[in-house]
Nanobody, 114 residues
Framework: VQLQASGGGLVQAGGSLRLSCAVS????????MGWYRQAPGKQRDWVAF???????NYADSVKGRFTISGDNAKNTVYLQMNSLKPEDTAVYYC?????????WGQGTQVTVSS
């Protein structure tokens, strides 16, 4: 399984970004798809995930602002981020899990200026 994350960048507070995570070979077999982030000097924390039953879960800090989704046809997991805040600045990682292992993407930098 290979993951390629993209879509990060520099945005002003209040702006939006959409992160993408292309999953090879596919996301259909994945039991879990999620996004995590790691700010400088801090641990990696989960942001949002889609569980095996299709339920979507969000960290309190992003609830109402971020939306996670998956596109089976494009084998891509998205994270739509709206109303961005400076405290959202971090490297964002996608993570998927199949029946055998957990797989991580390489990370994409999101910087929110005040």
């Amino acid at each position: 399984v290979q993951l390629q994350a993209s879509g990060g960048g520099l945005v002003q507070a209040g702006g939006s970004l959409r992160l993408s995570c292309a999953v090879s070979p596919n996301i259909f077999s994945m039991k879990y798809m999620g996004w995590y982030r790691q700010a400088p000097g801090k641990q990696r924390d989960w942001v949002a995930f889609i569980d095996n039953d299709g339920s979507r879960n969000y960290a309190d800090s992003v609830k109402g602002r971020f939306t996670i989704s998956g596109d089976n046809a494009k084998n891509t997991v998205y994270l739509q981020m709206n109303s961005l805040k400076p405290e959202d600045t971090a490297v964002y990682y996608c993570n998927v899990r199949d029946s055998r292992a957990s797989h991580w993407g390489q990370g994409t930098q999101v910087t929110v200026s005040s």
